[in-house]
């Protein structure tokens, strides 16, 4: 299903991104400042010889005073914008991630970067973002390696798959360990402003993503948190607003996010997502891989608002997609303005309290 599968590319987009106003400052703008016009000077009144007065002749005195300029002053023009800075690091693999700025700077557990652009060299996908900034006590260039990571795992959600590049010993090698560093204690946050992911003729658009790992209540394994603001997809309407992931994942897995190739079992703590006045929130078990159509899902999800989002969905001539909402509003269980559901995701098949529904909106 188009839609299901974004927001399966949401979820793996916004995990994966930290397994991770506007662009950079504009030039400045010239600026003209005009000074007042020559004031005219005021008529001498005309005398005949008979009243014109015989006057002693004096040394002319130098006039010391300017006159008012009506020269148009210009602003020194604008400098030239920075240029790019390759930050491919040997972090990761050239033919994994091509990745460059046009500042970037690093100090102890910091590390700020803008005008970041990431690409997939044996892809279509791209990433821009205006402004990114990690933190955290990560050892060396950790910081940086982690904002790599991030970079791999947006592009390779919204292209869904892994560049077979990004399954090294190079990129293996920075995620366990990060890994390892965040396993025994370290913290990192990672925050992204102005972001846009193309891939051919889709482009997702985000104003924030803020992203968080730590150590989980449960030993061995990593709790990672993304919130996401301001978010806009060009094939449909019907991506959410809004969203947000707290889920949990064994520590040596956490960061490959199936990538690797393996299936990585993670407990989803939170899932939340608005779109208009529709609210959906789902928690359970999921199975995640490199390829989305792997993926298994096993949720308790509960909507409010629902058909708000079934006139969304008829008034953009989404005929199945209705039909599925619909179908699902039948069989849901209602309190109030709430409908629920136990929703099963398995082998590219949606199944609603064990009723098969339609994916695809074509």
């Known amino acids: 299903m188009k839609n299901a599968q974004t927001l399966l590319c949401l ?15 504009s030039a400045s703008q010239l600026t003209t400042t005009t000074a007042a016009p020559f004031p005219a000077p005021a008529p001498i009144p005309q005398q005949t010889p008979a009243q014109q007065p015989t006057v002693q002749q004096q ?42 700025s046009t500042h970037a700077e690093a100090g102890p557990g910091s590390y700020s970067a803008s005008g970041v652009t990431a690409s997939d060299p044996s892809g279509d996908g791209k990433l821009a973002i205006a402004s990114t900034h990690v933190t955290g006590q990560l050892a060396g260039d950790s910081l940086r390696g982690l904002n790599d990571l ?14 077979q590049a990004c399954q090294d010993a190079t990129t293996s090698a920075l995620e366990h360990s990060l890994a390892s560093q965040i396993a025994n204690g370290a913290s990192p946050h990672l925050s992204w402003r102005g972001i846009t992911l193309t891939h051919e003729k889709h482009q997702i658009t985000a104003e924030t993503l803020d992203a968080s790992i730590a150590p989980d209540s449960t030993p061995q394994r990593l709790r990672l948190t993304v919130s996401l603001g301001g978010l806009h997809d060009s094939t449909t309407i019907l991506m959410p607003n809004t969203a947000s992931l707290d889920i949990a994942a064994p520590a040596s897995e956490l960061l490959t996010l199936g990538s690797g190739g393996e299936t990585v079992p993670i407990t989803i703590n939170g899932l939340h997502a608005t779109l208009g006045n529709t609210n959906l929130s789902a928690s359970g078990r999921a199975s995640v891989a490199a390829d989305r159509h792997d993926t298994n899902a096993d949720l308790a999800v509960a909507v409010t608002g629902l058909s708000n989002l079934i006139d969304l969905a008829h008034n953009a001539d989404q005929q199945m997609l209705t039909t599925a909402l619909s179908v699902g509003q039948l069989v849901g269980r209602k309190s109030g303005d709430q409908v629920s559901w136990d929703v099963k995701y398995t082998d590219g098949l949606l199944l609603i309290n064990n009723i098969p529904v339609p994916l695809s909106v074509h």
Request: aromatic share 2%.
């Open 11 to 25: 979820m793996a987009f916004g995990s994966s991104a930290l397994t991770a106003p506007a662009w950079a400052d």
């Open 150 to 163: 991030a970079a791999i795992g947006a592009i390779a959600a919204l292209e869904g798959r892994t560049s």
């Open 59 to 100: 040394p002319a005195q130098q006039n010391t005073q300017q006159p008012p300029s009506n020269t148009v002053v210009n602003a020194p023009p604008a400098p030239p914008p920075a240029p790019s800075q390759d930050l491919t690091s040997a972090l990761v693999s050239p033919a994994c991630l091509s990745i460059s």
